[in-house]
């Protein structure tokens, strides 16, 4: 005697999802699948299946085997021929298993308990005032900057690689650790020796070298457009965007809820703003010594390197 163990009644869309699965595009299992669940009859002999279903006998044992297997229908006998039972909740859901069976893009849409799909929502969060405390600044802000205030660009200054422009911010933050980029890295340059307001703070950068062209959109902040969530993973209390170019206001906005979000979350001050191109400029023209030599080696080589996922 066989026990139905299969609960569709507590997840009917992962039975669903099961059966068009096993099914696929498999014609001759198709075929077979119809044959047994046409009609009124709860048990069809494999000798019926072979009649409405136009196949070989072998084929008609092979098929329905698979369809067992995967608790599909039942097997049984009559007489003493194999005969081939019918399962209740595929009779009712026999046509939305076809058609996701032929249809693989639909079926990887079809919501499962273990494939939930979720429409996209608008969620608006309520934050308390009193509880942010999330500050835009500029590298007049600055002071580990402070050689910048009052300063000009020099506009005949070039873009520099993004690796050698790291470098000298390291030397202006008297920063003398390594970071290495990879693919899923949170920031490009992390250090706890920025000077804001007569205090260090630790600031994470998110540079975008000159591989990057045009204005900057927040699509353009890494691979999946998710540079700046990552950014603000950073355990830091600034946050700047650098590019060698315009930057959108959108990218600000973006900085901004995320830096009050992060206020409120860790219960203090954040501070957040960008270094544009003519900013850029400005930083570099105010000091030269740090990347004079970097200058020197700019080269458009390694604009194709510079333009990955940062």
Sequence with gaps: MSIEVSDVRSNPQDQIAHAARVIGRSPQRRKVFIAIYKGKKKVKTAEE?????SLPRKRVLEEPQKLYNNDIIKK?????????EKYPFFTQNKDKVLKLA????????FPTKINPK???????????RESIDAIQITVDDIESFAKVHGSESDSQCPPIDEELFKLGLQKILGEEGTFQ??????DDLFSTRMLIAGQRKAVAFGLKGKGTKGVLHPKKMGKRGDQIQRLFGAPAECFLVQYWGQIDESIVEQMKDLAMLKSVQECKRIYYGLIDGRDTMRVVSAYSEF????????????DAKEAKDS
């Design 181 to 186: 980029d990879w693919g899923g890295e949170r």
């Design 102 to 109: 032929g249809n693989p893009s639909a079926l990887a849409k």
């Design 291 to 302: 990347f004079s030599s970097n200058v020197a080696n700019h080269g458009g080589d390694n």
């Design 76 to 84: 049984t006998k009559v007489g003493k021929e194999l005969a081939y």
């Design 49 to 53: 299946v072979v009649v409405v279903s």
């Design 118 to 128: 979720v429409e996209n929502v608008s969620v608006t969060l309520s934050l308390p």
